[in-house]
């Protein structure tokens, strides 16, 4: 008895020696005692956190990151565009505001097909067509009016400073701005700002993005959706070929929608509800690996690979049939979120084969949606947490600046399905759910996400990446929980994805085990190292035992993490 209660105590002592060990290894990321902002550019991350030093709450704090973003990351970050935003307060309260595009009154459902019924090339993606009418500045205004604390004026005010002052030229930024230059020139009759041959170091001024700012500053949301910039904006895009109105932009209204919560293990989940396919999505296939032991399989194994790879081809197969905008089409939420569902869509799953997608029900179906979309995190001194996602669709959106306004448009209308069944510019497959009609939002997969763990908010996150995000969002939540990783490292981890169609597991390049994929292969699986350069550029913040924020901020782009 001696002898087994000794081994016992050495045991116990080698476990916890190893746990002492693994977590003072750990990498961490930038860690801070009471408030984090994570975005995709310095600039933007710190106008958050001196929007929280100056008292202000993580909703004053998400109206000047989400508007600094704007101006910092033109890429992505956005008053052209829209996204959604999950928040999570000190209380416990939860809640979730849509301020996604929708299509023009004028839209119907074959505005992209010639005569015989095929898709136009490029018209959905490129140019004043593709434009929905932009929710950003809707969505920051109906935020600061529930949920902000400070004057609008103290939010606005650094933001303005910061595009008149300009915005030093990243390596990144360098690079995206030389590759889509010819894309610029194609689309717009003059020249804009981003057609000069800017190198890393210089300094981009927005003197026209200032002064549009100060507009809203002293109308509020009026000041873009009605009045001179509302009828500068409606102009332009008609003089270029589009359709949207000053009736268009009047008659937009954001969204406060109930959000997705769900639990695995001793988390609770709280994500995005349509038309983001991204809570619906990933509460599917946590759902449908929850019963596998992943911990034990271990971290990018074969069997954690396949297991994760059959749950996310059954959800976006679900995905591209059931799912769109619930104010235009019935989702049969119960049933599809139902454990009788995820464990059905389960059953034929065989460890020693992939299943062929062709096989799982609702084929004819792809998701294509554009990479190039941006996301931010928040924890407040006060306890409150927002995750937000924010996109114009495609990088710089439809290509077309308003020069007399300072600001890209987005390229939304490429996320409806032009023609149920046909791909769009990202390999996405859509259904008729998502087809086109006027004032209807278009389908995404943005997924910000909060989780909590027995009660208590542990983790903000959410990425970029397109029909990628839902995958990467996952990724990063199980690497936190399963495979006890820190946050940073919980980013930095190598991401893999597989979207129903088409039929293969995309790689980040040269960052997996040689031997493992061979074995995926073996199994029947399609490995593909060369589309998916960057999957995901993760932003998230991690509350530690000890109440303090780390914040993870990918390395795949310009993330930073800014707090105190």
Known sequence: MKKFLACTIIAFLLVNCKKAVKEDTQQRGVITKSAMVVSAREEAS??????????????????????????????????????????????????????????????????????????????????????????????????????????????????IALAYKGVVVTKKQEERIQYYQS????????????????????????????????????HGKDGFYKGEVARVLAKFIQENGGIITEEDFAKYEVKWRNPIVFEYDDLKIISMAPPSSGGVCLAQIMKMIEPFDLHEFGHNTLKTIQVITEAERRAYADRSYYLGDPD???????????????????????????????????????????????????????????????????AYGSKLYCSELGFFLNNEMDDFSSKPGVPNMFGVTGGEANSIAPEKRMLSSMTPTIVEKNGKLLMSVG?????TIITSVLQTILNVH?????????????????????????????????????????????INEKDSPVIGKVDGILVLKDKSLEGGADYRGDDTAVGF
């Open 183 to 218: 894309y610029f020139n194609k689309v717009n009759k003059d020249s804009i700002v981003f057609n000069k041959p800017w190198k890393e170091n210089d300094t981009i001024k927005y003197p026209a993005l200032a002064r549009t700012l100060e507009r809203l500053l002293t």
């Open 46 to 159: 710190k106008i958050g956190t001196d929007i929280l030093k100056k008292g202000g709450n993580a909703f004053d704090a998400m109206v000047a990151t989400e508007l600094a973003l704007a101006v910092s990351f033109p890429f992505a970050g956005n008053i052209g565009g829209g996204g959604f935003m999950v928040y999570r307060k000190a209380n416990g309260e939860l809640g979730s505001i849509d301020y996604r595009e929708k299509a023009p009154l004028s839209a119907s459902k074959d505005m992209f097909l010639d005569e015989s019924g095929n898709v136009i090339p490029n018209k959905s993606t490129l140019g004043a067509m593709a434009i929905g009418v932009p929710g950003t500045v809707a969505g920051v205004f109906a935020v600061h009016e529930k949920l902000g604390s400070l004057p609008i004026e103290t939010i606005l005010e650094p933001v």
């Open 482 to 526: 399963e495979f006890n990783m820190s946050m940073q490292e919980a980013v930095n981890a190598p991401r893999f994805h597989h979207q129903w169609l088409p039929d293969e597991i995309r790689m980040e390049p040269n960052l997996f085990n040689a031997t493992t994929i061979k074995n995926l292969q073996n199994l029947g699986y399609s």
């Open 463 to 467: 990425t970029p990446g397109g029909s």
């Open 328 to 394: 235009f089409i019935k989702i049969p939420l119960d049933t599809l979120l139902s454990h009788t569902y995820v464990t059905k869509r389960m059953r034929d799953f065989e460890e020693n084969k992939a299943t062929r997608s062709s096989d799982v029900s609702h084929g004819n179906i792809q998701i294509i949606e554009s990479d190039e979309t941006t996301h931010y995190s928040i924890i407040d001194q006060f306890g409150n947490a927002i995750s937000a996602t924010t996109t114009l669709n495609g």
